[in-house]
């Protein structure tokens, strides 16, 4: 999302259909798809005058893309119908479409609004709570700790900073220990092997 934004997809609807593309998607492949749809379509009126077979196939290499197809589709006609193609920075608005939880309500709007709201995926959860910064049982309670914690000034940032890092290093199973810059401030919990 932050990589789209910066070729100029900044838009709340841009962002937050780029992030419902990402859901249980590599971002690899999630950007290709955003870049594909928004070339064929460019704004919420476009998109919602594609059939859901024609945003399918769009997206098709994305995982669950029948569902993600519907369910853009439909934020598409909302945004077009009810906000004139253009979607308030306002959580509450964009967690009223289906399937749109706190991230990524809160990650598109974080990226387009610059609204200091923290978003907790799997990475930024288990890396949090491997730390020993939180410690909470799901993303959800991440969230709320870490707008507890954490100062205002990362609540975006963080997201860009570990997910990467959560993919590449601090991975689910068997975390590059070895090679983590910030092993010596790492409690490690919950860590039974490493490489």
Known sequence: MFALAEEGHRSVFEQLVACVLSIRTY???????????????????????????????????????????????????????????????????????RGVGPKCAHLALGVA???????????????????????????????EALQARLPRRYWVEINALLVPFG?????????KCSTCPVLTWCRQVGVGAHR
């Not at 909470?136 to 969230?143: I, L, S, V, W, Y």
């Open 167 to 175: 993919k590449h290093i601090c991975t689910g199973r068997l975390p």
């Open 113 to 143: 609004c610059g609204t200091a709201l923290v978003s907790v995926d799997v990475h930024v959860h288990r890396v949090t709570n491997r730390w020993g910064y939180v410690r909470e049982r799901t993303p959800e309670a991440t969230m």
């Open 27 to 97: 971002d690899e492949t999630s950007i290709e798809c955003a870049r594909r749809l928004f070339g064929a379509a460019p704004d919420a009126r476009a998109i919602a005058r594609l059939s859901e077979r024609e945003i399918d196939r769009l997206i098709a290499p994305s995982t669950f893309h029948e569902s993600k197809a519907a369910r853009i589709r439909e934020i598409a006609r909302r945004a077009a119908e009810d906000f004139g193609g253009t979607l308030p920075c306002d959580a509450d608005v964009l967690r009223s479409f």
